[in-house]
């Protein structure tokens, strides 16, 4: 006989399959981002795909403050390069339609702008990595000569050379 199956019991169990990365760090970087202000943190993650690729290169996010007592919505800070500051000045009615768009209402009703010198910098917080010898190339290279996949075969070398690179 087969024991009976109880209504609950397979969502008491945890899916140990694999996961993305991009899923698990949105996870971890939550906490933090909520810290700063942004109680919907797709406007982080996805801030390339919201105001577009060419003005994230020298716009971003700094924090959003959400004022109590106020019936107005919140307020984005923006950190933008010195000499584009003039140029979110006069698009900031587009921006913030691009924004609430997330949100699904009109959360956001201003945006206050911080000059900064760089904001790649700013962004980015990681070491720069060294480049491989040709020693550590043939290495990888060997470690992955029997995948038939090239997708996987390059994906693993690229993850192989970051991995040394570090060290």
Known sequence: MKPIKKHGAAKDKRNLGLRSLHTSLIKITDKAVRKRGFIE??????????I???MAK????AKLVFPRNSSFGAILYLDVLTARSL???HLEPIILEKI?????YKAVTRITIRQVADVIKEKSTGKRSRQLNPEEK?????QIERTSNTDLKNALETLGAAILAQK
């Not at 982080?44 to 919201?50: L, P």
């Not at 043939?138 to 060997?142: E, G, L």
């Open 41 to 50: 943190s797709g406007v982080v993650h996805q801030w390339d795909n919201i």
């Open 138 to 142: 043939k290495w990888i290279s060997k």
């Open 52 to 54: 577009g690729e060419d």
């Open 87 to 89: 140029e979110v000045q």
């Open 100 to 104: 609430n768009t997330v949100f699904g």
């Open 58 to 61: 020298w716009c971003s996010p």
